[in-house]
């Protein structure tokens, strides 16, 4: 298994649009409703997809896309879920190893950015946790984990004081899922339709 900082190249950005984002957000849009997807067909929500990732990737350098591979002959139980050790996690490794090879499996991601903070506020820049998904069947393996820990190594290099994400309220799992994981409330979000 490894974790992988996701390039801008066409193949790679498809290939994860195809095997973690549709899933992911056909998940979400049934544990929210708000989260339904467009009438399309999968093509075209793929390749929406690749080039608006394309494009925020490369327009800004604090955004990171971190996804796991692992081998298809390895049981998803059989999933190491120890701690990363430091080679994995070298910022430089995984953006220059390309595309994750072909003969792995996609199995989950997490994507980050930087909120700076301006510097007339009193609170340390913050890494928001954009994304995170884990496929069913490694769902409970401890990759969920991993991918925070993920987070973590690149808020410290990033220079960030705090971890930062929203989590919709229909969300009932994740929100568990990061409860569990020490992060709290610190502000309420209000949607109405314009009318």
Same mark, same amino acid.
């Given at each position: 298994?490894?974790?992988?900082?996701?390039?801008?190249?066409?193949?790679?950005?498809?290939?994860? !649009?195809?095997?973690?984002?549709?899933?992911?957000?056909?998940?979400?849009?049934?544990?929210?409703?708000?989260?339904?997807?467009? $009438?399309?067909?999968?093509?075209?929500?793929?390749?929406?997809?690749? *080039?608006?990732?394309?494009?925020?990737?490369? *327009?800004?350098?604090?955004?990171?896309?971190?996804?796991?591979?692992?081998?298809? *002959?390895?049981?998803?139980?059989?999933?190491?879920?120890?701690?990363?050790?430091?080679?994995?996690?070298?910022?430089?490794?995984? !953006?220059?190893?390309?595309?994750?090879?072909?003969?792995?499996?996609?199995?989950?991601?997490?994507?980050?950015?930087?909120?700076?903070?301006? *510097?007339?506020?009193?609170?340390?820049?913050?890494?928001?946790?954009?994304?995170?998904?884990?496929?069913?069947?490694?769902?409970?393996?401890?990759?969920?984990?991993?991918?925070?820990?993920?987070?973590?190594? $690149?808020?410290?290099?990033?220079?960030?004081?705090?971890?930062?994400?929203?989590?919709?309220?229909?969300?009932?799992?994740?929100?568990?899922?990061?409860?569990?994981?020490?992060?709290?409330?610190?502000?309420?979000?209000?949607?109405?339709?314009?009318?």
């Amino acid at each position: 298994m490894e974790i992988r900082r996701l390039p801008t190249d066409e193949d790679a950005l498809r290939r994860y !649009a195809a095997e973690l984002w549709l899933p992911y957000h056909r998940d979400l849009a049934a544990a929210a409703e708000r989260h339904a997807l467009a $009438d399309r067909p999968d093509e075209e929500l793929i390749a929406a997809e690749a *080039e608006f990732r394309r494009d925020l990737l490369r *327009e800004e350098p604090d955004r990171r896309l971190w996804v796991v591979a692992v081998d298809p *002959e390895v049981a998803p139980g059989d999933v190491d879920s120890g701690a990363l050790d430091s080679e994995r996690l070298d910022p430089e490794k995984p !953006a220059s190893a390309g595309v994750p090879d072909p003969d792995r499996d996609l199995v989950a991601f997490v994507s980050t950015s930087v909120d700076e903070c301006p *510097e007339v506020f009193d609170r340390p820049d913050r890494l928001v946790v954009g994304d995170i998904y884990v496929g069913e069947s490694y769902r409970e393996t401890g990759l969920a984990d991993r991918l925070m820990e993920r987070a973590e190594v $690149d808020a410290r290099e990033q220079d960030c004081g705090e971890l930062r994400l929203d989590v919709d309220v229909d969300n009932e799992r994740a929100a568990a899922f990061y409860e569990k994981r020490g992060f709290k409330p610190y502000r309420k979000q209000l949607t109405r339709e314009v009318g």
